[in-house]
């Protein structure tokens, strides 16, 4: 049998400049035609991945936006502010929008349940709250965190939600029960980002002690603990296959994780300062970034090749992942001048994994597309000339 050809290094595709300050989140719609992104700057983009195609800019919020997330059709977008309201916006042109008051604190988080009903909200009040989607009626309230709530997530199939926070946990909440099932506290700092694998059987959290780690929901357990990056972890986001995972770190770098092997692929180095946020689109062909370079950032993972299938060994997310504990020295150096490409020295792991080698990838080609239009619902605005929000 013909082996398989090797995964492809992922490459920048675009790069977008319109943000007027610190990029803090970013989301694909379900067709990957639209990338939405929310700032400090208190602006809303929603980017075209059309070449040539005009971007929109919508104003609304008071202050920073935190969070933004598409409804699973595609047809809605919700984005959470530290003017303490959610907006529920309907991405085109018009940019128009509805607006509730959903926390007496910053808003951190917003998530839609996988069947568009249902949207969870988190906040610096503490709490975790889940409303209906197309009333914006509140449902009910998640109280048992004891600092600020950085991220909500639904599970796939609705019945779970997991939160993280600055109280150093993970709480894992049924739905219907309204019951905390479990709380993770193996973090040493402030948990910063939250997600479920696809499959829905585990989560993977991120956190200011500069670490990633992964738990089986079913049986609690620690499956996978990484310790890559040198500064905090601001977010992370899993490959819809269920095989890899991207993190975000404040050291400026992406790095993107073989969960089935537990090993390091790539570290990849594009943003000048913390790396703030970072997501896979839909279908995984493509992953978004955001920094305080005030760049969105939009790179071909390259996971997409013809043999895909027999790569990854798998055509649905896993079930089970196997159990990893990767650290690393935390005053590792990992500093690379831009443009350089080069190979890193084995570092010290346990001895299931002394073959394990780290990949670092230097910023790749870049593909620099800018200069594209950006409409607003008032005005017209060449993206490097925007007026402030």
């Known amino acids: 049998m013909a082996m398989p050809e090797p995964l492809e290094d992922p490459s920048l595709e675009r790069h977008f400049k319109g943000h007027r300050d610190a990029v803090t989140c970013v989301d694909f719609s379900l067709n990957t035609k639209q990338l939405a992104s929310g700032s400090m700057d208190s602006c809303l983009m929603v980017w075209h991945m059309k070449p040539q195609s005009r971007a929109y800019r919508f104003t609304g919020h008071k202050d920073a936006i935190t969070c933004v997330n598409f409804s699973p059709s595609g ?19 018009k940019g128009e929008s509805t ?20 949207l969870v909200t988190a906040s610096d009040d503490k709490t975790v709250k889940v409303w209906s989607t197309h009333r914006q009626k509140f449902l009910f309230s998640l109280s048992q965190h004891i600092n600020w709530v950085r991220c909500a997530r639904f ?27 479990h709380s993770y506290c193996e973090h040493g700092g402030f948990v910063t980002y939250v997600d479920f694998h696809p499959s829905g059987t585990c989560i993977a959290a991120a956190g ?26 601001n977010a992370l986001s899993f490959h819809p296959s269920g095989n890899y995972l991207i993190t975000a770190s404040s050291d400026s770098t992406l790095k993107i994780l073989d969960l089935m092997e537990g090993r390091l692929l790539y570290t990849l180095h594009g943003h ?28 071909k993972s390259n996971f997409d ?13 896993p079930t089970t992942l196997p159990e990893v504990d990767f650290p690393i020295p935390p005053d590792r150096s990992r500093n690379l001048e831009s443009g350089q490409s080069q190979p890193q020295e084995p570092i ?35 993206v490097w000339h925007l007026d402030p929000c």
């Open 208 to 233: 200011m002690d500069n670490t990633v780690k992964v738990w089986d929901v079913r049986t609690h357990r620690l499956l996978q603990h990484y310790q890559l990056h040198s500064a905090a972890v």
């Open 272 to 299: 000048q300062g913390p790396a703030t946020t970072v997501a896979f689109s839909r279908t995984g062909e493509y992953f978004a970034s955001g920094g305080t370079d005030e760049q969105v950032m939009v790179w």
């Open 99 to 118: 607006m509730f008051r959903a926390h007496t604190a910053t808003v951190r988080s917003v998530h839609f349940c996988s069947d568009g009903q249902s």
């Open 348 to 382: 010290s792991m346990p001895q299931t994994l002394t073959s394990t080698l780290e990949h670092i990838v230097g910023q790749l080609d870049v593909l620099t597309q800018v200069g594209h239009d950006v409409i607003s619902p008032t005005c017209l605005h060449l």
């Open 75 to 93: 047809h809605l977008l919700a984005s959470g502010s530290r003017d303490k309201t959610v907006r529920i916006w309907v991405p085109n042109v």
């Open 155 to 181: 599970s796939p199939d609705g019945r779970l939600i997991v939160s993280a926070s600055d109280d150093k946990t993970v709480k894992l909440w049924d739905k219907t029960s309204r019951e905390c099932v």
């Open 305 to 317: 090749v013809a043999d895909y299938g027999e790569v990854s060994k798998a055509h649905r997310p």
